[in-house]
Nanobody
Framework: QVQLVESGGGLVQAGGSLRLSCAAS????????MGWFRQAPGKEREFVAA????????DYADSVKGRFAITRVNAKNTVYLQVNSLKPEDTAVYYC????????????????????WGQGTQVTVSS
């Protein structure tokens, strides 16, 4: 069983920054591709960023490219999402997720390919 525990969300003003963290436990983290998704009220969960098992490749949604950065430290079983230049439209619950099954160690934008999910952390950006 894999557990993903998120932290770092909060209330910030437009233009502010946060660093979201996701700590993994239960199974081997270093061979799992990881991603961040977000969900606003009344909307479907959408892709934000992903990182390969090695950390060598990343992928970002167009809406966050240049503002957000996903990183991982496998020795700490942790993936991060640095969110900068925040806008009100970034307001959402942010979830981390991992691909642990099959030979899928690379990045994916498809939420259905992810096997485990964190509880989510709220990011609220005021205007």
């Amino acid at each position: 069983q894999v557990q993903l525990v998120e932290s770092g969300g909060g209330l910030v003003q437009a233009g502010g920054s946060l660093r979201l963290s996701c700590a993994a436990s239960g199974r081997t983290f270093s061979r799992a591709a990881m991603g961040w998704f977000r969900q606003a009220p009344g909307k479907e969960r959408e892709f934000v960023a992903a990182i390969s098992w090695s950390g060598g490749s990343t992928d970002y949604a167009d809406s966050v490219k240049g503002r957000f950065a996903i990183t991982r430290v496998n020795a700490k079983n942790t993936v991060y999402l640095q969110v900068n230049s925040l806008k009100p439209e970034d307001t959402a619950v942010y979830y981390c997720a991992g691909i642990y099954s099959g030979p899928f160690y690379y990045t994916s934008r498809n939420r259905h390919e992810y096997d485990y999910w964190g509880q989510g952390t709220q990011v609220t950006v005021s205007s």
